[in-house]
T-cell receptor, first 114, second 113 residues
Framework: GNSVTQMEGPVTLSEEAFLTINCTYT??????LFWYVQYPGEGLQLLLK?????DKGSNKGFEATYRKETTSFHLEKGSVQVSDSAVYFC?????????????FGTGTSLTVIP | NAGVTQTPKFQVLKTGQSMTLQCAQD?????MYWYRQDPGMGLRLIYY???????DKGEVPNGYNVSRLNKREFSLRLESAAPSQTSVYFC????????????FGQGTRLTVV
């Protein structure tokens, strides 16, 4: 079946530090991969996505590359800011007979301190 | 520019009470979804509606019912609330059944005592 595993948090970093949040997946087909971000008290927002192997998604300084050989989609940012403090969810979308089914990881809480 | 709107934002219920969570989207999307979010478990799919007039069970449908009232609205009903249904509920929509980008509402925090 399909599943997403991401590193457990919480993660605490100093401002301008390098961020990596690991994500690996299991899928039966050819999924699309996503990172969503959830700020306190808000819903999930799409941060970036990649729809096929070797694609790189990027947005707001965050990047993730779809690695089929290692079934991974790790999130990286070179220099985090306090405003990046949020919960990050890795997700995949796989086609089923009635549409797309989404599978989410458990979320990684990031706190960036000044 | 509202996107996906959920009501209410917060609710406290007593065990055995019923309630309906409302969700509406203004993006002319065909597919809509209900998820619950629990600590350490990510989001789990309760029900979804691939298109107007159809609904299907997700991963955790027990204790819930849904209604796709029209293209815009997709409601989630708890007939007899239980403490195990204490959670944050998110509604989401996608353009169509093949679209891979989901748009989420702000969530409903439900506590069952």
């Amino acid at each position: 079946g399909n599943s997403v595993t991401q590193m457990e948090g919480p993660v605490t970093l100093s401002e301008e530090a390098f961020l990596t949040i690991n994500c690996t997946y299991t899928a039966t087909g050819y999924p699309s991969l996503f990172w969503y971000v959830q700020y306190p008290g808000e819903g999930l927002q799409l941060l970036l996505k990649a729809t096929k192997a070797d694609d790189k998604g990027s947005n707001k300084g965050f990047e993730a590359t779809y690695r089929k050989e290692t079934t991974s989609f790790h999130l990286e940012k070179g220099s985090v800011q306090v405003s990046d403090s949020a919960v990050y969810f890795c997700a995949l979308s796989d086609r089923i007979s009635t549409g797309n089914q989404f599978y989410f990881g458990t979320g990684t809480s990031l706190t960036v301190i000044p | 520019n509202a996107g996906v709107t959920q009501t209410p934002k917060f609710q406290v219920l007593k065990t055995g009470q019923s309630m309906t969570l409302q969700c509406a989207q203004d993006m002319n999307h065909n597919s809509m979804y209900w998820y619950r979010q629990d600590p350490g478990m990510g989001l789990r799919l309760i029900y979804y509606s691939a298109s107007e007039g159809t609904t299907d069970k997700g991963e955790v449908p027990n204790g819930y019912n849904v209604s796709r009232l029209n293209k815009r609205e997709f409601s989630l009903r708890l007939e007899s609330a239980a403490p195990s249904q204490t959670s944050v509920y998110f509604c989401a929509s996608t353009k169509d059944r093949s679209s891979t980008e989901a748009f989420f509402g702000q969530g409903t925090r439900l506590t069952v005592v």
